[in-house]
């Protein structure tokens, strides 16, 4: 039996897109997730699904021994910021407890190689922009301090076990599969794009911009927003990769985009107004996040290839008009 690729959290938003590319690619993936966030319906058909959670070792260990896996890309994660801020010990728990749960049962079947699901939340906030893998990491709330401490984590056992690892800092995962077969339904929904697309669909009264006194140029926050299939895609270059490099590398378009831009580019894909009440500033969020160009390219060969705000809304909002859940 050919060894295969396990895809831990591949009912998310981000890991059922990759899991999606990887099938059409002819790999041959396994989706494990606990459904807690997850959605059944985004693993495509053919792909063996198993219920499995971080926090469950024996669920771990029933999954390493039915199948012989050479590789795990690990996207299984609590990402709600604000939540991490008020509820800690949920994300120490399931973000930090659960891949070393994960990592425990790699090494007992000697399994050697991990693509990590990581983010440019763990640099804080920016002290030079656009930023580079070399930027501090000083993150200022525990989603993010969750991330970093794997990160850290996965240098300690590649010198001691011989593990194999790539985490990819994302920036703003966005859009969805050009297909409309997949794509973003977090509940509850914090992401720009869907509440704007969801304003102007008359699902949500309006957008709120949060902060317009920014020291950016039409006033609010500037983000790196990269196409969930471009990330897929560095994911799958990744596991290519790791016999040859471990370490740890930005994944964005180096492009920045305001919320008043995003909302101006998603009027203009939809044909569409969206209504929209100014509102004060998020705690935690910078003026500005963008990637430098630097490790996707050299390392992994990779380039983004929506480079355009509004290609990459209109895929949104394919998704959003004809959702499947
Ligand atoms: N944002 C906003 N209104 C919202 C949600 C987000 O103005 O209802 C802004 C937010 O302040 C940030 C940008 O949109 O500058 C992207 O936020 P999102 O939550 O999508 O991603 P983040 O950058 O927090 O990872």
């Known amino acids: 039996m050919s060894k295969k690729i396990l895809v831990m959290g591949g009912a998310g938003y981000i890991g059922s897109h990759t ?7 002819g790999y041959d ?4 997730d606990n459904l807690v966030y997850g959605h059944r319906e985004a693993v495509p058909a ?4 198993e219920k499995a959670d971080l926090n469950d070792p024996s669920s771990l260990e029933a999954l390493f021994s039915k199948y012989d896996f050479e590789a795990v890309l690990h996207f ?7 939540e991490s801020v008020t509820d800690p010990q949920k994300y120490y728990h399931n973000n930090v407890v659960g891949t070393l ?25 920016p002290q030079y922009t656009p930023m580079d893998e070399q930027h501090p990491q000083n993150p200022i709330n525990p989603y993010g301090r969750t991330k970093l401490m794997i990160e850290q984590v996965f240098g300690d056992y590649a010198k001691a076990y011989g593990l194999k690892y790539i985490a990819l800092r994302y920036f703003n995962a966005a859009g969805a599969a050009a297909d409309g077969s997949i794509g973003e339904a ?21 957008i709120k911009i949060f902060g317009t006194d920014y020291p950016t140029p039409d006033g609010t926050c500037l983000r790196d927003y990269i196409h969930v299939e471009d990330l ?3 994911h799958r270059l990744a596991l290519e990769k790791l016999d040859q490099y471990s370490g740890y590398i930005n994944l964005g378009t180096g492009v920045k985009t305001s919320v008043k831009e995003i909302i101006s580019a998603a009027e203009k894909v939809t044909g569409k107004k969206c209504p929209v009440e100014l509102a004060p500033r998020r705690a935690g969020d910078p003026a500005e996040l963008y990637a430098a160009k630097g490790k996707g390219e050299t390392v992994l060969g990779w380039m983004p290839t929506y480079m355009n705000i509004e290609d990459i809304i ?12």
């Open 46 to 49: 053919g792909v063996p699904f």
């Open 186 to 206: 977090h509940n509850p929904e914090t992401h720009l794009i869907p509440l704007v697309l969801q304003a102007i669909q008359g699902k949500r009264p309006c």
């Open 76 to 82: 299984a994660a609590f990402a709600y910021v604000g």
């Open 232 to 234: 897929a895609e560095a």
């Open 19 to 25: 899991v999606k590319h990887l099938a059409a690619k």
């Open 29 to 32: 993936c396994v989706v494990a």
């Open 101 to 125: 749960n994960l990592l425990a049962a790699m090494k007992n079947h000697g399994v050697k190689k991990i693509v990590f699901s990581s983010t440019c939340a763990t640099y804080g906030e």
């Open 314 to 325: 209109a895929t949104a909002w394919k998704w959003e008009e004809n959702r499947k859940y």
